[in-house]
């Protein structure tokens, strides 16, 4: 089963945006996810203006602020219920790997996606290492079922937006999660909640089905 991240797991705005708070480039950052949103910037555009305000920051003061990262309700809970039924929950996002790193250690997610920052000494330079698109995302989410031995019809996604068009065409369940117009559009179905929980009723079709 794959999560999404931003506007997912973190609900009502994203990782980047939070973090730009203590980085100082907020307000830039959420116009251009919001561009981002409308389709105005590619994913590439967004991620070069964020890494930018990166620059100089230490690691260890991104693991420190990740702490408090405002979370859906429910995470672990559904993480764990996930391990129980035998389903490997993985995070498939567009958030930087930081991100993504921090959240597997802290659940239990198996795996986790997201483009790459430029780091030396252990500071970011402000520069992006590796993009990653909606469409690697997907791509990464077919990689990870191939490696667990399944067809990615037989999978599931969780997620809100744009850069989950691509995976939600490919799953056979997606559940658009608190989303935007377009995500309920291309979802198998629907769940507004602040509780990740309440996706479980869902996952446990999906399991009933494919077994």
């Not at 995470?75 to 389903?87: F, G, M, S």
């Not at 993009?131 to 399944?150: I, M, P, S």
């Amino acid at each position: 089963m794959f999560f999404d991240v931003d506007g997912t797991l973190v609900p009502r705005t994203s990782s980047s945006v939070f973090l730009a708070g203590f980085l100082g480039h907020h307000d830039g950052l959420a116009r251009a996810e919001d561009a981002y949103a409308a389709g105005e910037m590619d994913n590439a555009q967004v991620s070069e203006l964020d890494a930018a305000g990166w620059a100089g920051a230490s690691e260890e003061q991104i693991r420190e602020w990740l702490i408090d990262l405002p979370l859906a309700s429910g995470i672990a809970e559904t993480v764990a219920w996930c391990h129980t039924n035998h389903v490997m929950p993985i995070l498939a996002t567009l958030a930087w790997t930081p991100v993504g790193s921090h959240l597997a250690d802290r659940f239990g997610f198996h795996a986790f996606s997201g483009p790459r920052l430029e780091t030396s000494e252990g500071r970011f330079t402000g520069r992006v290492a590796h993009h990653f698109d909606e469409h690697d995302k997907r791509d990464f989410a077919a990689a990870q079922a191939q490696a667990l031995g399944l067809d990615l019809h037989s999978c599931g996604a969780v997620g809100d937006s744009r850069s989950d068009l691509p995976l939600f065409a490919s799953v056979g369940l997606s559940v658009a999660f608190n989303a935007s117009a377009a995500a309920r559009t291309a979802a198998t179905t629907t769940v507004n909640s602040d509780d990740l929980r309440d996706v479980l009723p869902l996952l446990n079709r999906l399991i009933t089905a494919t077994r």
